[in-house]
């Protein structure tokens, strides 16, 4: 099993920047990508970034040149770099782990963090 904890969610203003972190635990060793997964109001989870083991990444268009994720494997954490943020945002950010093997959707899941943009 994999735990998954987010934080660095809150409330920010349009064109402003957070980052999210998610630390993991448990069984690491069996987790090939990590992501992010973001849920507006009324809408379904969307997937917004990924990174494997070795560091590469993927990001939705939507938010390409404005979010960077990136992986400490020291520190067992995951980050989501978000700048130049706008109303369409807000949402709750999830982190999310797959494991070896599998494909999406994800195995495991942290809680959420909420996170607000204001016009």
């Known amino acids: 099993q994999v735990q998954l904890v987010e934080s660095g969610g809150g409330l920010v203003q349009a064109g402003g920047s957070l980052r999210l972190s998610c630390a993991a635990s448990g069984n690491i060793g069996s987790i090939n990508y990590m992501a992010w997964y973001h849920q507006a109001p009324g809408k379904q989870r969307e997937l917004v970034a990924t990174?494997?083991?070795?560091?590469?990444?993927n990001l939705l268009d939507s938010v390409k040149g404005r979010f960077t994720i990136s992986r400490d494997n020291v520190k067992n954490t995951v980050y989501l770099q978000m700048n130049s943020l706008k109303p369409e945002d807000t949402g709750v950010y999830y982190c999310?782990?797959?494991?070896?093997?599998?494909?999406?959707?994800?195995?495991?899941w942290g809680q959420g963090t909420q996170v607000t943009v204001s016009p």
């Open positions: 999310a782990a797959l494991s070896i093997g599998r494909t999406w959707p994800a195995d495991y």
């Open positions: 990174i494997s083991g070795g560091g590469s990444t």
